[in-house]
């Protein structure tokens, strides 16, 4: 891919990106109440008096929430604060009954950190972290073009999220792509959020700005909502550089503004400009206390923390002598590791990766299912690669193997005794079985003692043929070259 057609057309300029993103936590429970945070088709189903913002309530922090939001902050080398507090934030639309909603900006519980991430060209880059903090989200407006007619549906009220904001460090359209991967497979390892873009459980914002490569300080920027593929952020980013640069070229002002990204006439449009800070009246809401991370709670957590991907990807390549490709694609996906690692706590040998990539991802990419529906379990992938490594089977066989245990989900060892795969192997059985040929094929031997090669080769498909394709092909050539 290439890391900006715009900039290259001009390259005076470069672009300066900050992403915002909010990644819906999965708790059990929403974060100020104990309602349901699963979601549900039945509108206003996981509602009560405190979500519904019922004057008079009082929230009741989750502490599930503080202990993804350390996660979230170790797993991202953040600073966790000792101390962090709620702040509200004032604004009115219908999807918000408390015409506030209760977050954290003076004083959020993470800061100052960052992710690492890896470009196409297998260079890697620091983008550092300005801040998590925690906040509610707020409910769904729903329009009828049938009725004229306008919803409220509340039950996405108090689900918890954590905003993750970067600085500006991201610089073009595939960077902006691959801080987004990180930061996605650092919250799933973590399992913190499932971090679905479609049904907006990792939801990002891309601030941009453009400014002359000689300019010390940052341009006007304007702020992307919401896109939901990686494909459209990278189109909405390459659109507004060239917008940008056009206005800047022609002497106009770029004003501050929020955008949208309308992805079927790949073009941006503007959707308000952006309030300043003081319109939103922060206060600390006096409702909740002071959240207190002890040391003893951020070592505890800190144990807790699961090997994540950034960390497994040098390790296999390290320990296990995986390629960067290899790498990159096993830690690419959570469900392709824990299958990749289980299958090599069984049989721990490199062809088990081969086969994983070959043929388990192959198949779960032919058939469309997910990975976790496939029959050939990480077990059943040890077993069949263990008998082919010691010969048991052939390649052709554990090929066999492979595709009926997809299917039916059997045993492998099972399988080849079913279906008579087992390899001959032993010496002796091949012996009496390449004579055979031999005294069978008496002037094809003459023939490739008289130097013609690919006499060979037939010996060698004629003993396979007569041991029913179960023979082992290395040990025949091997017993051929001592007989002829
Ligand atoms: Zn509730
Ligand atoms: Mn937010």
Redesign the pocket.
Known sequence: MEKSLVLERYPKYRMDIGIEVHVQLNTKS?I????SNALTDQQNQ???????GYPGVLPVLNQQVVEFAIMAGLGTNCTVSEISEFDRKHYFYPDLPKNYQITQNYFPICKNGYVMIRLEDGTEKKIRINRIHIEEDAGKNMHSDLTGESYVDLNR??TPLLEIVSEPDIENAEEAKAYLKALRLIMQYLGVSDCNMEEGSFRADTNLSVRLRTNQTLGTRCELKNINSFKFISDAIEYEAERHIQAIESGERIRQETRLWDSKNRKSISMRSKEDLADYRYCTDPDLALIRVTSEKLQQVKHGMPELAYDKYHRYIRVWGLSAYEADVVTSDIAFTKYFESAMAIYPKKSVLNWFLRDVLGYVNDTKIELAACLVTPEKLAQIVKMLDENLINNTAAKEVFEIVAKTGQNPEHVVQDKGLKQIGSVEELEKIVKNVLSEHASVVAEYKSGKQNAFGFLVGTCMKATGGKGNPKIIQEILKKHL
Request: aromatic share 8%; hydrophobic share 30%.
């Open positions: 929403k100020f109440c104990s309602c996981h509602i009560c008096q405190i979500c519904a009220t108090g």
